[in-house]
Structures are given as C-alpha cells and as structure tokens.
T-cell receptor, first 114, second 115 residues
Framework: QKEVEQNSGPLSVPEGAIASLNCTYS??????FFWYRQYSGKSPELIMS????GDKEDGRFTAQLNKASQYVSLLIRDSQPSDSATYLC??????????????FGTGTRLLVSP | GAGVSQSPRYKVAKRGQDVALRCDPI?????LFWYQQALGQGPEFLTY????????KSGLPSDRFFAERPEGSVSTLKIQRTQQEDSAVYLC?????????????FGQGTRLTVV
C-alpha cells in the first residue's frame, strides 16, 4: 500500500462545475496536508494547506480533512479550463518539530472542458 | 531571490558522466529538500537539510547520489556515473521552520536526460 493514494484520472468536468479530488493516506500520525497544482512541464505550486479536521476555504478552493478516515479532499468550485492540471496530494507523516518530509501521491489529472 | 532557483534547467549527460545540480532556496528558509520526479509520477523524496545539517538522506537511490549544503543556503545534488534510470526532473523545495512555516515551495526543477 502506497503511503498516499490518489486516483490518477483523468477527471473530466465541464466548465463551471465543481471538481472533487480525493486522497487517502496510510500514516495515522500525519499532521500536515497539502494540495499542489502542477501544470504540464512545470513544477508543483502550493495551493492549499490544512492541518485540522474540517473544511478550509480559499477562494474557489476548499480543502477537507478527516483524520479518522485518513482522507483529504480538494473541491474546486466554478471550474475553469485554466484549472486543467495535475493535482498532487502531499502529506507530512511526522509530528511538526520543524522537520518536514512531504510524501506525495501520484496526482490526479483534471480536465475542465469549455 | 523571491523564489527557489534551480540551475541548470536542462541537462543532457552521457552515461557515466558526473553531474551537479544547484538549488538556491528562498532567503531565510532553513529547510531544503530534494525530490526526484519521473514522468507521470509524483515527486519522490531524496534528502532533507535543516540549515547545513543533512537530517535525512533515506531517499537517495544509491551511493552515486550525494547532496550537500555547506553554508546552510545553496545546495548541490551530485550524481556520479549517471545511468539512464537517473533521467528525471530533480526538484528542490524550501520551507521555513515552525508551526506556521511548514509549507514548502518548489523551484522550477532540473530536467536531467542521460543518453
């Protein structure tokens, strides 16, 4: 079992719809969770971080964390063609002592059609 | 600089050649990471520095890989006797320290092609 699992997709949604991206992780002690967006040929770009159970909203993006279920998701409202990219879920499996080792999933490719 | 800077952006090496990849982190960031990303995969952890101390090198795939950060700022990832399986994008990331500074920011990466 991989430490961080994501469906590779592609996930196809029409413009204006809500895109829902999901991620599960195996280390129950994980403390920090991140979503990165990666356009083809580019480096990962941090878009959301979440540290406690519940929802965290930032513009059109909402991250959801459920530590009991070891599940983190990213919702993108009013999806735009420019949102088409690979979305990487990353988990810090260590207690936050100032040390961080992000473990990434393989990413979910999102396609937003006009 | 404003962001993490990596050089070169692209490197073509003949099999058996040694290469050195440079990373200049965000000013003031104490944590620095190297990742390897193969095509269609997520980044895989290679090694981690806190200031000049290499605290974790468990992801380095072989003893041909070596990383250093002698003054706690710029880091170099060196690959000796490159092999075709070393072809990948090598990403460097940096972050601050502490609860509010665990977010890591990536450079543009170095695409290494071994021929």
């Amino acid at each position: 079992q991989k430490e961080v699992e994501q469906n590779s997709g592609p996930l196809s949604v029409p413009e204006g719809a809500i895109a829902s991206l999901n991620c599960t992780y195996s280390d129950r002690g994980s403390q920090s969770f991140f979503w990165y967006r990666q356009y083809s040929g580019k480096s990962p770009e941090l878009i959301m971080s979440i540290y406690s159970n519940g929802d965290k909203e930032d513009g059109r993006f909402t991250a959801q964390l459920n530590k009991a279920s070891q599940y983190v998701s990213l919702l993108i409202r009013d999806s735009q063609p420019s949102d088409s990219a690979t979305y990487l879920c990353a988990v810090n499996p260590f207690m936050n002592t100032g040390f961080q080792k992000l473990v990434f999933g393989t990413g979910t490719r999102l396609l937003v059609s006009p | 600089g404003a962001g993490v800077s990596q050089s070169p952006r692209y490197k073509v090496a003949k099999r058996g050649q040694d290469v050195a990849l440079r990373c200049d982190p965000i000013s003031g960031h104490v944590s620095l990471f190297w990742y390897q990303q193969a095509l269609g995969q997520g980044p895989e952890f290679l090694t981690y520095f806190q200031n000049e101390a290499q605290l974790d090198k468990s992801g380095l795939p072989s003893d041909r890989f070596f990383a250093e950060r002698p003054e706690g700022s710029v880091s170099t990832l060196k690959i000796q006797r490159t092999q075709q399986e070393d072809s990948a994008v090598y990403l460097c990331a940096s972050s601050g320290q502490g609860v509010g500074n665990t977010e890591a920011f990536f450079g543009q990466g170095t695409r290494l092609t071994v021929v």
